[in-house]
Every structure is written in C-alpha cells, then in structure tokens.
C-alpha cells in the first residue's frame, strides 16, 4: 500500500481524520483510536519494514531523545507497570508521528492548502455541532461522554466544540492550524482574511480566553518581530520559566471564590507545591514516578476535579505542569526546560519559537499530554525549528 500510495498523501489524509477526532475512534487494546492515528502508525510500520535503513538514518532530536530517555528511567517507579505502559502510549504516538514527518516534510506550498483545508473542515464541524446544540437541542455524544457530563460542568454544554470531546481541544487544533496557515500564506487576501475571521469567531463560540491571548500576542510579535528576534536565542526557556513562576505565584496567592476554570487548576498546583516542599530528597528531585498520578491523586485527595478520590488511574489532571512536577521532581521539570533551551538555539523562525512557547503554557493550563497527537501543526514546527528552516 504505501508503494502505491504516496506517504505524503497518507499524511495529508490522517490530517483530516484527526480534524474529525472522537466522530471516528473506535476501542482498541483498551485504548480508543483515532482513525488518523492508526493510518499514521500502520503507515509508518509498513515503511520501516521495507525502507528501515533509511528510518534509522533520521537524524535524532536530542531533546526528544532526553525526555524518552527519563521516562524510560522513570519505570522503575512505576507503581502499576500496565498503567505505565498505557500512558508511554500516549508519548510513543507522537514520537512516531514527528519522525513520520521527518518522511514527508511538506512544501510551505503543501501545508498553505492542507492548513487551509483542515480549517475549513473544523469551521464546518464546529458551526454544525453549534448550532444542532443550541438551536435544536442535541447535544453530540461521544466515547463514554453522556449530555450530562456537559450540563453538570458550567457553560460547558454551551460551548462550539466540533467533533472534539472538549472545547478546549478545538481551540488547541484551530489555533495550531491557524498559524501555519498564516505563516505558509505569503501575501494576505480576502480569501486569507475571510478564514482568519471564522476561526476567531469559532474560537470565540469555543470560549478559548487563552488561545485568543495567544493569537494576540503573536499579532504583536509579527508586528514588532525585529526586537523579539533579539531574544531570539532564549525566548523559549524565557516563556517557559516566566509563566511558570507566574503560574505558580498565582496558585499560592488565588482567590478561591473566583474563576472556577483557573480554581480547577491553581487549587490543585496548590496542593502538590505543598506536597512537594514535605517531601524527601529524592521525591523532590526525581517525583513520585512517571504514570503514578492518578494512584496519589486518589491517595492525597489533592485534586479539585477529583473530588471522589476514585478516577481512573490513567486520568491526569487540569493541567500538565503540577503533574510533570509531580511525577518527575525538579530533575525531570529541568529535562524539560533543557528542551526549550536546545530548540531556542536553533536557527528557525522566531515566531515559531514563540508559537512552540505557547504550547508549553498551554500544558500550564490544560491537560495537553494526552493531546499531542491531535497538535499536528505542532510536530510541524517543530520539525521546522529543528530543521532550522523558514516560511520564505
């Protein structure tokens, strides 16, 4: 199949599978997988059994490399080894997928219409299961998502979400799709400007605040780009470490009678601070293990979003940042920020840094870990940071 078929053309095609997400996963080995994903990794398999000379002559990102190489370690405090086993999926997925790029590696012209074409399918998506649920009252159902997780959960129910289980998910996708589009577009037409005003629309229906903040924030970067390229080397680590202070500040200093979105995560960040600060010398540095949130989430009863104390072991919490800290110490935190130092030194487009910094951020406030493999833009421009190449 993949001699007959192009890898690029099955790359663009899983593209549009994932743009679809839960409408098409379907239970596999106790996992539900997504159509795209399993295109990609048979795909990918089916290549390295007839070209696997030319895999294993891809060129290593080292900053990957590290971050698989601590996981890996991290086993040996795995509390429940199929749990751990279950959640590595969860990193081996878009590792494969990134070095499945490295295969591909599409034109600036290639991605301006596949962007373009991915966004019109989520603008699509997104109006319809809108306006099915605020004007006709049906509310999508997907995987083991009843209408009553949504209604219990604020103006949840309310939200534009497309095929996506969260509204928080879309606005990830749309807005990671929206920058390539943007930046593999060389000259702003109507057409261009017509796409970027429903995507902020359907961002705006989706209730993303931080998505929007960021989609400002580059707007400002673009327009003053010649000082941000002078923080060009360490804009990165920069970002990464500054909103994580702030983040952090915020948490010990919150007001738990505000905004019940940042309670849901800065009453949680709260607790494992704490948590941390009692703990001995080597949890500190090296965590609580790699996959074993979910047991002391349960065990502490330090999570506001698990108020049962009894979630899945494989469910982590609001946001990554707490989770990373907790499982993987300062050690593993700093494996990490040493990442966002070797891809700021690279030589790739500063607004790519920037965009790529955002993503870390996103991880402060969202669950992103499990989401990677949906945020192909993101392996895109990281590929192209890595590669140290530019839209021009």
């Given amino acids: 199949m993949v001699n007959n078929i192009s890898l690029k053309t099955l790359f663009i095609f899983s593209c549009f599978l994932l743009a679809l997400d839960s409408l098409l996963k379907i239970p596999i080995f106790g996992f539900y997988m997504q159509a795209g994903v399993f295109v990609i990794l048979v795909t990918f398999s089916l290549y390295m059994i007839n070209n696997f000379h030319s895999v294993v002559k891809i060129k290593l990102d080292h900053g990957v490399t590290l971050i698989a190489v601590y996981l890996l370690v991290s086993s040996t405090q795995a509390l429940d080894f199929s749990i751990y086993l279950k959640m590595m999926v969860y990193f081996i997925v878009p590792l494969v997928i990134y070095y499945f790029y490295f295969l591909v590696d599409l034109t600036v012209y290639e991605l301006k219409i596949l962007s373009r074409n991915v966004l019109l399918l989520?603008?699509?998506?997104?109006?319809?299961?809108?306006?099915?649920?605020?004007?006709?009252?049906?509310?999508?159902?997907?995987?083991?998502?009843?209408?009553?997780?949504?209604?219990?959960?604020?103006?949840?129910?309310?939200?534009?979400?497309?095929?996506?289980?969260?509204?928080?998910?879309?606005?990830?996708?749309?807005?990671?799709?929206?920058?390539?589009?943007?930046?593999?577009?060389?000259?702003?037409?109507?057409?261009?400007?017509?796409f970027f005003v429903f995507s902020i629309f359907c961002l705006y229906l989706s209730g993303n605040r931080l998505i929007l903040a960021f989609i400002f924030f580059l707007f400002l970067a673009f327009l003053f780009k010649k000082i941000i390229i002078k923080i060009d080397k360490i804009i990165i680590p920069f970002s990464v470490l500054f909103f994580s202070v702030i983040f952090f500040v915020m948490a010990l200093n919150f007001n738990f009678e505000a905004d019940r979105s940042l309670i849901a995560r800065f009453y949680t960040a709260k607790n494992v601070y704490l948590e941390?600060?009692?703990?001995?010398?080597?949890?500190?540095l090296f965590g609580y293990g790699f996959s074993n949130w979910g047991f002391y989430s349960n065990f502490l009863e330090f999570s506001w979003s698990n108020y049962l104390f009894e979630q899945d072991l494989t469910r982590r919490d609001n946001a990554e940042i707490y989770v990373v800290l907790f499982e993987l110490g300062l050690v593993g935190s700093l494996v990490f920020f040493y990442d966002a130092i070797l891809l700021s030194r690279k030589k790739g487009d500063v607004l790519d840094k920037l965009f790529f910094s955002f993503i870390f951020v996103a991880a402060m406030f969202y669950p992103i870990y499990s989401f990677i493999t949906y945020l192909i833009p993101v392996i895109i421009v990281r590929y192209r940071i890595f590669k140290e190449v530019t839209w021009a």
Avoid: H
Wanted: aromatic share 20%; net charge negative; no cysteine.
């Fill in 122 to 194: 989520l603008i699509i998506t997104g109006f319809f299961e809108y306006i099915i649920k605020n004007y006709f009252g049906v509310q999508l159902e997907f995987k083991d998502m009843s209408s009553d997780y949504y209604f219990d959960n604020g103006d949840l129910a309310n939200r534009l979400r497309g095929m996506f289980l969260e509204p928080n998910w879309y606005g990830l996708v749309m807005f990671s799709w929206l920058y390539v589009y943007i930046r593999a577009t060389p000259n702003i037409t109507s057409s261009t400007l017509l």
């Fill in 276 to 284: 941390m600060l009692e703990s001995n010398s080597f949890n500190l």
